[in-house]
């Protein structure tokens, strides 16, 4: 079996991350598999990049120019909003026709066009899409941030100026979705349990095939000796050390600010953990906050490399991860299988992955004084120890490369069994 794996980036975010781990699971569990991307960025000989620099950027400039006219030539989310009109026909290349199976990611910012996507469908080769957010459920948003109008069809749009109209750009492009998928099946496939339930959920998306299977963890992110971390890193031995990490810190919907009041209520509360206190920040924009924070902070800047974030994971006593909107964030899964708790507010699938006062710690949702007492909680009051041995072996027992290429295989079986049937 032959599967050719589609994703804009093949490292940038957590997709590209995701998706190069499945490759790897399915390689190793006898499964060939490929992966095509925009943005290649390695040497990998199981990656290939598209060609053609000035047609990569074209699709990806026309795209943000038709987004930024319906903004009404304003910034506010022109990188939110997703309408896949130009992108790259990928249905001539020599690796999309020696594939079996065609397992699309995520494909946004000028990598395919719903055109390019229904051109793969009239193939008639078997398609599986691994959705990391909302995007293939709604019209243009990938949070819907509360928001239900998918489960009918996209309408006034709130990303859109004036919220949009009974036509507006979500609308339309709802309208291209459904004719694109009326020309054939998708085997989609969540993320979380979470998602799965979101997308069965949407109107758009009736009669799909929609399941779950989590994202693997590579076997890198293993418990480790925190001293020698710290030591590598450059971080104080004698700090119990929060951790934090996204690739924009700035990002609003990262929920950096809940962090920063919640430390502040502990410096109120706790005077003492002033002094005994730090918060390791990663991602871009680190400076920007710092200043904020009640505790001494340590700005690593982005980091790229998986040996060096596990050794970081391992550096840290907790992960704090305040999302407004998560999918089954790749980053907490990598602290748990490192020994570390983890906090995050209760949604999308967090408390899939977080066992509450077993292995971490669910806030609830947007309350800073229960991520407060969460963290106190890790720090002050739990058998640290049990949670930390609790939260590796979460991992060990879900999340393992092999338990998920296994998963996959059987969906790209009943794929292929399906379309022999059709024939």
């Not at 909302?134 to 990938?142: D, E, F, Q, Y």
């Not at 974030?309 to 704090?320: E, K, L, W």
Request: glycine fraction near 8%; proline fraction near 4%; include cysteine.
């Amino acid at each position: 079996m032959k599967v050719l794996i589609v994703n804009t980036s093949e490292q940038a975010g957590g997709a590209a991350v995701a998706a190069n781990r499945l490759m790897d699971a399915l390689n190793n569990h006898g499964v060939k598999a490929k992966m095509l991307v925009r943005d290649k960025e390695t040497n990998d000989i199981c990656v290939v990049g598209l060609k053609g620099s000035i047609g990569k950027k074209w699709h990806f400039l026309w795209e943000r120019l038709v987004i930024f006219l319906h903004l009404h030539f304003k910034r506010n989310h022109l990188f939110e909003l997703d309408i896949a009109n130009s992108g790259t026909d990928i249905t001539k290349l020599r690796e999309f026709k020696e594939a079996d199976i065609i397992h699309l990611h995520w494909i946004n910012q000028g990598m395919l066009s719903l055109k390019g996507i229904h051109k793969i469908l009239q193939s008639g080769k078997p398609v599986v899409w691994t959705m990391h957010d909302i995007w293939p459920a709604t019209g243009i948003c990938h949070l819907t941030l509360g928001c239900s109008a998918y489960r009918n069809i996209c309408r006034h749009c709130k990303y859109l100026p004036g919220k949009g109209n009974e036509n507006d750009l979500a609308t339309k492009i709802w309208k291209r979705k459904s004719l694109m998928l009326s020309q054939g099946n998708i085997t989609f496939v969540a993320c979380s349990k979470w998602l799965e339930q979101e997308a069965k959920s949407s109107a758009l998306l009736c009669g799909q095939s929609i399941t779950s299977i989590p994202n693997p963890i590579e076997s890198v992110f293993t418990p480790g000796d925190k001293t020698k971390a710290r030591m590598a890193e450059g971080l104080p031995a004698d700090k119990q050390l929060l951790l934090f990490v996204c690739q924009r810190v700035t990002n609003p919907n990262k929920g950096m600010s809940y962090l920063i009041e919640a430390c502040q209520q502990l410096a109120e509360q706790r005077p003492e953990m002033k002094e005994k206190t730090g918060v390791v920040i990663l991602g871009g924009h680190a400076e920007e906050v710092a200043d904020q924070l009640p505790f001494e902070t340590y700005p690593l800047g982005y980091v790229s490399d998986q040996q060096r974030m596990a050794r970081i994971y391992q550096a840290s006593d907790i992960f704090v991860l305040p999302s407004l909107s998560e999918n089954l964030p790749n980053t907490i899964m990598e602290a748990m299988a490192c020994g570390v708790p983890c906090i995050g507010f209760r949604v999308g699938g967090i408390p899939e992955e977080i066992d509450h006062q077993r292995n971490g710690f669910v806030a609830e949702y947007k309350s800073a004084e229960d991520l407060a007492h969460g963290i106190d909680w890790i720090l002050h009051q739990a058998d640290y120890k049990a949670l930390s041995e609790a939260a590796a072996s979460k991992v060990r027992h879900n999340y393992t490369g092999q338990q998920i290429a296994l998963q996959y295989t059987e969906v790209y079986q009943q794929a292929l069994a399906q379309k022999h049937f059709k024939l």
